[in-house]
Nanobody
Framework: QVQLVESGGGLVQAGGSLRLSCAAS????????MGWFRQASGPEREFVAA????????YYADSVKGRFTISRDNAKNTMYLQMNSLKPEDTASYYC?????????????????WGQGTQVTVSS
């Protein structure tokens, strides 16, 4: 059974930093492209960042480019999202997702597995 477990969320002041982790089990982690999405309000999840299976392909939403860094450690079956210079508009539940593909996608339907999410709240 595939499990993705996010951690590292919390409350931070604007300008601060957080590091999210996504621990994966039940899958061959190094064969999956991985992504981070967020959901503030409403039904749709917004793309944040994605990383290829090898870690060489990195993709970011324009809204986080230059502030967030996605990475992965295939030996630890874990993906990370370093978030710096946080803004109130970054407040959301953050979800990690896994796609059983060598192609990196930025749309939620392309991902096979999802975590339960971790809340990030940025105060002004």
């Amino acid at each position: 059974q595939v499990q993705l477990v996010e951690s590292g969320g919390g409350l931070v002041q604007a300008g601060g930093s957080l590091r999210l982790s996504c621990a994966a089990s039940g899958l061959t982690f190094s064969s999956y492209a991985m992504g981070w999405f967020r959901q503030a309000s409403g039904p749709e999840r917004e793309f944040v960042a994605a990383i290829s299976w090898s870690g060489s392909g990195l993709y970011y939403a324009d809204s986080v480019k230059g502030r967030f860094t996605i990475s992965r450690d295939n030996a630890k079956n874990t993906m990370y999202l370093q978030m710096n210079s946080l803004k109130p508009e970054d407040t959301a539940s953050y979800y990690c997702a896994a796609a059983n593909t060598f192609v990196v996608y930025t749309t939620p339907p392309s991902y096979n597995h999802w975590g339960q999410g971790t809340q990030v709240t940025v105060s002004s």
